[in-house]
């Protein structure tokens, strides 16, 4: 038999990491091993995410991993990545829930938010202490978040907010919401509002008969004359462009997480071709079988690459929204495919969750869809090539 050659030594990425982004893929690595993986098959059956388990994954750094002070890591954006990509390796929602704390409640109070709401509420996000969630889409406004329905009207010192969001990851367990929403006395302006639990007027129903993500909250957020102070309001923000903004560093993330689910089916497929014998040899031996491989290995090489080289892009301030749309795009669609082959290499097994792969495959129909739909992001991504928007 031939030497055999691992996935990472054939992508041969390691020169390419710094000391610290190597440890932060471990350190994430082993945890997920130690502590998620052995709950998460109970958890998926159960439509449940061990919540016990948020205190280690705030020691971990991983809310807010990216970001500067507060309590942040301020880890490079390729060492966030890695760090998401260890996530999903373990599960998509798990890599959600530390986008959603990280790109979609810490950024925006970051980066919109006044020194007051910042000293308020990031440390308790970093810290774990403290669980948010983002709402933008509604019911009737998924790709087209500017025909949101939800408003805000000026009273007083308060807002009154009333509207409907839907397909809120975390919602159900969030201690607060960024929520988007229209304000009547500024012409319709889109702006972001900090909404704590406890609000009268807000609730988090949870969305039942999950197929896909379901170690994963989600739920949607209802707001009935919501009275929430003026000084919630997000001051920097204005218009649909703020939370886009917020989307653009949640699409890189998943761009990143899904090799690690693509890089768990494609090593759960090698080690089961290896040890499963038909005809009196492993399946591993066979062309069609060694050629699905291949063909995995390649595709996560090609994610990978791309994936660091943006990551590069991105910490050097070089990194624009329609290579995010690539980025995001493209790997998904790889994940996507190769979770798809996976499952049915292990043949009928696979549709059993004694292996991940059914899991993966269920799990990224959501990730294919949320943030921007792999049809949005090919029309962005046209949009740019072609100076010509199809959809506005």
Same mark, same amino acid.
């Given at each position: 038999m031939a030497l055999r050659m691992t996935l990472d030594a054939l992508m041969a990425i390691e020169p390419l990491l710094s000391d610290e982004e190597r440890a932060a893929r471990d350190?994430? $690595?082993?945890?997920?091993?130690?502590?998620?993986?052995?709950?998460?098959?109970?958890?998926?059956?159960?439509?449940?995410?061990?919540?016990?388990?948020?205190?280690?994954?705030?020691?971990?750094? =991983? @809310?807010?991993?990216?970001?500067?002070?507060?309590?942040?890591?301020?880890?490079?954006? =390729?060492?966030?990545?890695?760090?998401?990509?260890?996530?999903?390796?373990?599960?998509?929602?798990?890599?959600?829930?530390?986008?959603?704390?990280?790109?979609?409640?810490?950024?925006?109070?970051?980066? @919109?938010?006044?020194?007051?709401? $910042?000293?308020?509420?990031?440390?308790g996000l970093a810290a774990g202490t403290l669980m948010g969630? @983002?709402?933008?889409?509604?019911?009737?406004?998924?790709?087209?978040?500017?025909?949101?329905?939800?408003?805000?009207?000026?009273?007083?010192?308060?807002?009154i907010l009333d509207g409907i969001k839907a397909w809120i990851t975390d919602s159900p367990i969030a201690d607060l919401a960024v929520v988007w929403a229209k304000v009547e006395d500024e012409g319709q302006l889109i702006r972001g509002f900090i909404v704590e639990r406890g609000t009268p007027g807000f609730s988090t129903p949870e969305v039942e008969g999950k197929f896909s993500l379901r170690a994963s909250p989600t739920g949607e957020i209802h707001l009935t004359d919501c009275r929430v102070p003026?000084?919630?309001?997000?001051?920097?923000?204005?218009?649909?462009?703020?939370?886009?903004?917020?989307?653009?560093?949640? $699409? @890189?993330?998943?761009?990143?997480?899904?090799?690690?689910?693509?890089?768990?089916c494609f090593e759960t497929a090698l080690a089961y071709g290896l040890e499963r014998r038909q005809f009196n040899r492993p399946l591993a031996s066979f062309q069609l079988y060694q050629a699905e491989l291949t063909e995995m290995a390649t595709q996560i090489t090609n994610a990978?690459?791309?994936?660091?080289?943006?990551?590069?892009?991105?910490?050097?301030? $070089?990194?624009?929204?329609?290579?995010?749309?690539?980025?995001?795009?493209?790997?998904?669609?790889?994940?996507?495919?190769?979770?798809?082959?996976?499952?049915?290499?292990?043949?009928?097994?696979?549709?059993?969750?004694?292996?991940?792969?059914?899991?993966?495959?269920?799990?990224?129909?959501? =990730?294919?869809?949320?943030?921007?739909?792999?049809?949005?992001h090919t029309l962005a991504v046209a949009r740019a090539l072609t100076g010509i928007a199809a959809f506005e």
């Open positions: 350190a994430t $690595r082993a945890w997920v091993n130690e502590r998620f993986r052995p709950q998460l098959t109970e958890a998926h059956r159960q439509g449940e995410f061990p919540k016990a388990l948020i205190p280690e994954l705030a020691e971990l750094g =991983v @809310f807010g991993a990216n970001l500067q002070g507060y309590g942040c890591a301020g880890m490079s954006n =390729v060492g966030y990545g890695l760090v998401l990509q260890e996530l999903e390796r373990g599960d998509s929602g798990l890599r959600s829930m530390c986008s959603v704390q990280g790109a979609l409640v810490m950024f925006p109070i970051l980066t @919109f938010g006044n020194e007051a709401q $910042r000293q308020r509420y990031l440390p969630c @983002f709402g933008l889409t509604e019911p009737t406004a998924g790709s087209d978040p500017g025909s949101m329905k939800t408003t805000a009207r000026k009273d007083g010192d308060h807002y003026a000084a919630n309001l997000l001051p920097g923000t204005g218009g649909l462009k703020s939370p886009l903004l917020c989307l653009t560093q949640a $699409r @890189f993330g998943i761009g990143w997480g899904v090799i690690g689910a693509a890089q768990d990978q690459l791309l994936a660091l080289h943006y990551g590069r892009l991105k910490d050097q301030g $070089r990194l624009v929204p329609e290579q995010v749309s690539l980025l995001k795009r493209n790997n998904v669609r790889m994940a996507r495919d190769i979770a798809r082959n996976a499952r049915a290499l292990l043949g009928g097994i696979g549709i059993t969750d004694a292996y991940p792969a059914i899991r993966h495959m269920m799990n990224l129909e959501s =990730v294919y869809t949320y943030e921007g739909t792999h049809e949005i």
